[in-house]
């Protein structure tokens, strides 16, 4: 249960270092990583990940953990905030680029949850939460200056960090506030000139080079582990927030992953991040604090149609694991994605959970762990699985509530999942106008113990299971919370009928 009490003298009872020390933090995400694209969450898996099925034969895989939306940014919000993201300003889509800072700094994060606790706070990587860059009068950015109400304001001590997703310009490096180098040409590629490595035109910095940036960002954070565990550390522990760029869009392997698979440039580019995964792991080993270290890896939503899953069916691969659908939808291929917890000292490697489990649920186990007290906001929709780390068989989580890139809300109790629209709420088919011009069903009720693949809608003979779910739906969106505690208020008025 969220609420249950984690002494940490028993916790760190088997690290190495003294018992009441805090671990070490780092939560990595991948960028549109499906379920089915790495084996620890697929054994039909076609592409090599041994480096990440290591990390799972010595930590801990859960086999139903979910993001909180099927697309980047509002993911992104719910992880940092512990809340859904659809209680935010952001009612569907995703940021650009050039978008306004989402998060407001008054609004709780793990940032500030972990830097209240002690420890140093850094985020690397791609943030796609917005910040203001500083304009002219004529509302073009001038890189010279600033940039202001980044992850700084969001708890972070410092940051390394694009905008937005690396398909997105501009393409330059901000380092805490300050682009590292200029813009010193604009560069795009179309689709038409390579179907995987495509990226929108627009200026990049000197010092950005495309192709490089999934290594820079890793090269970064072993420097980064390095640092914090050397004379500049001054003895408290760190939190890294690692969001990478990969395998989303440009998918541009380098050599010797490139051609590597056998399968494509989007195989090729998972193959990378693993390779990356396993050297950042290897220097958690080498700076001697691996032990005491607890590494997260996930994704921050479903495998997108850009990995062409026509070429990796004929390969016999599937990014969704047999689950319906993929990035952007309602159906459980668009959220439901790999989650790692590796942690030598307290995990008992080698182990699968089918714990329901939410991205949300970061800031509350993180909370847990560091023994802060329970607030009316911040982790509004989160439940702790530091008890699931341990060997217990539920955080207490009985319900989810899912989004798509459409606005589109499903909510699932136990094997039950209500999707509140009539079709995928996102890319695949049937689309929602296309669903909605058949004259198809408003609501779709699922029983997924029977139906993984989500293909017998049953909400015409269930109607009382409708309306429980509707009714359990309603309250979770009302009250601004989906877990026990104090009512409070959503940032908008929330409609999920279709």
């Known amino acids: 249960?969220?609420?249950?009490?984690?002494?940490?003298?028993?916790?760190?009872?088997?690290?190495?270092?003294?018992?009441?020390?805090?671990?070490?933090?780092?939560?990595?995400?991948?960028?549109?990583?499906?379920?089915?694209?790495?084996?620890?969450?697929?054994?039909?898996?076609?592409?090599?990940?041994?480096?990440?099925?290591?990390?799972a034969d010595q930590g801990l895989t859960f086999t139903d953990a979910h993001t909180p939306s099927s697309v980047c940014t509002p993911t992104r919000y719910g992880l940092l905030t512990g809340r859904y993201n659809w209680r935010s300003r952001l009612a569907k889509g995703v940021l650009s680029g050039t978008s306004k800072h989402l998060i407001p700094s008054e609004r709780p994060t793990v940032g500030h949850l972990m830097k209240t606790a002690g420890y140093h706070t850094?985020?690397?990587?791609?943030?796609?939460?917005?910040?203001?860059?500083?304009?002219?009068?004529?509302?073009?950015?001038?890189?010279?200056?600033?940039?202001?109400?980044?992850p700084n304001i969001n708890g972070f001590d410092s940051y390394y960090a694009h905008c937005g997703s690396l398909d997105m310009p501009p393409y330059v490096w901000v380092d805490t506030g300050n682009v590292t180098a200029q813009p010193d040409r604009t560069e795009g590629v179309t689709k038409k000139q390579d179907p995987?490595?495509?990226?929108?035109?627009?200026?990049?910095?000197?010092?950005?080079?495309?192709?490089?940036?999934?290594?820079?960002?890793?090269?970064?954070?072993?420097?980064?582990v390095q640092s914090r565990t050397g004379s500049d550390a001054q003895g408290k522990p760190f939190f890294l927030y690692l969001a990478l760029p990969a395998p989303h869009t440009p998918i541009v392997p380098v050599p010797p992953f490139k051609d590597a698979s056998g399968i494509n440039a989007y195989a090729d580019f998972v193959m990378q991040v693993d390779h990356h995964m396993g050297e950042l792991l290897a220097a958690l080993k080498q700076a001697g604090i691996d032990d005491n270290t607890l590494v997260l890896f996930t994704s921050d939503n479903g495998c997108s149609p850009?990995?062409?899953?026509?070429?990796?069916?004929?390969?016999?691969?599937?990014?969704?694991?047999?689950?319906?659908?993929?990035?952007?939808?309602?159906?459980?291929?668009?959220?439901?994605?790999?989650?790692?917890?590796?942690?030598?000292?307290?995990?008992?490697?080698?182990?699968?959970?089918d714990a329901m489990a939410c991205l949300t649920d970061v800031y509350a186990t993180l909370q847990d762990l560091t023994e802060q007290p329970l607030a009316a906001t911040g982790g509004e929709d989160g439940y702790s699985l530091a008890g699931v780390f341990k060997g217990q068989n539920s955080s207490g989580r009985e319900s989810l509530v899912s989004h798509s890139i459409g606005g589109s809300f499903a909510i699932r109790q136990g094997s039950w999942k209500l999707c509140v629209c009539a079709g995928s709420g996102g890319w695949?088919?049937?689309?929602?106008?296309?669903?909605?011009?058949?004259?198809?069903?408003?609501?779709?009720?699922?029983?997924?113990?029977?139906?993984?693949?989500?293909?017998?809608?049953?909400?015409?003979?269930?109607?009382?299971k409708v309306r429980q779910l509707l009714k359990l739906l309603d309250d979770q969106v009302t009250q601004g919370r989906s877990t026990p505690g104090e009512s409070v208020a959503n940032d908008r008025e929330v409609s999920f009928l279709p």
């Open 1 to 55: 249960m969220k609420y249950f009490c984690l002494f940490l003298s028993a916790v760190f009872a088997t690290s190495a270092t003294a018992a009441d020390e805090r671990p070490n933090v780092i939560v990595v995400l991948a960028d549109d990583l499906g379920i089915g694209d790495i084996s620890p969450t697929n054994p039909a898996c076609k592409i090599k990940t041994p480096h990440l099925q290591q990390m």
């Open 196 to 224: 995987y490595g495509w990226y929108r035109k627009g200026p990049i910095g000197s010092d950005f080079k495309i192709d490089e940036v999934l290594p820079h960002l890793f090269g970064k954070s072993i420097a980064h």
């Open 306 to 353: 850009e990995g062409n899953f026509q070429i990796l069916k004929q390969h016999g691969h599937d990014p969704s694991a047999g689950y319906r659908g993929h990035k952007a939808d309602i159906f459980e291929g668009g959220h439901r994605v790999p989650l790692i917890a590796r942690w030598p000292s307290t995990i008992k490697g080698g182990r699968t959970t």
């Open 428 to 464: 695949s088919s049937p689309k929602e106008s296309v669903a909605k011009k058949r004259g198809m069903p408003s609501m779709q009720l699922y029983d997924l113990a029977n139906d993984k693949a989500e293909q017998n809608n049953v909400a015409s003979a269930n109607p009382d």
């Open 122 to 150: 850094a985020m690397i990587g791609k943030w796609h939460l917005g910040w203001d860059w500083h304009k002219d009068n004529q509302g073009k950015i001038d890189f010279t200056k600033p940039v202001k109400n980044g």
